[in-house]
C-alpha cells in the first residue's frame, strides 16, 4: 500500500521517532518533513502539504 508520511520538524506532541516507526510499517511510503509547521502542518504550512499530496499522487496513479 502506497502511504504518503507528511511530518512537521517542529511537532511537539509527535516525535521524529515516530516517522521512522510509519516508514517502516509502509514500506511503499514517500516521506515529507516541513520545516516549522508544528503540529497542524496543513493550517502552518497549506501550500507545501497540497504541493506533496499533488505529487505524490500523480507518482501513485502514474504507476
Do not use: C, N
Given at each position: 500500500?502506497?502511504?504518503?508520511?507528511?511530518?512537521?520538524?517542529?511537532?511537539?506532541?509527535?516525535?521524529?521517532g515516530w516517522l521512522q516507526r510509519m516508514e517502516q510499517l509502509f514500506p511503499e511510503h514517500r516521506?515529507?518533513?516541513?520545516?516549522?509547521?508544528?503540529?497542524?502542518?496543513?493550517?502552518?504550512?497549506?501550500?507545501?502539504?497540497?504541493?506533496?499530496?499533488?505529487?505524490?499522487?500523480?507518482?501513485?496513479?502514474?504507476?
Amino acid at each position: 500500500m502506497a502511504a504518503l508520511l507528511i511530518f512537521s520538524d517542529a511537532a511537539s506532541i509527535v516525535k521524529m521517532g515516530w516517522l521512522q516507526r510509519m516508514e517502516q510499517l509502509f514500506p511503499e511510503h514517500r516521506s515529507i518533513v516541513l520545516h516549522g509547521s508544528h503540529h497542524f502542518p496543513q493550517e502552518y504550512d497549506p501550500a507545501s502539504v497540497v504541493t506533496a499530496i499533488r505529487s505524490w499522487l500523480d507518482e501513485t496513479i502514474a504507476r
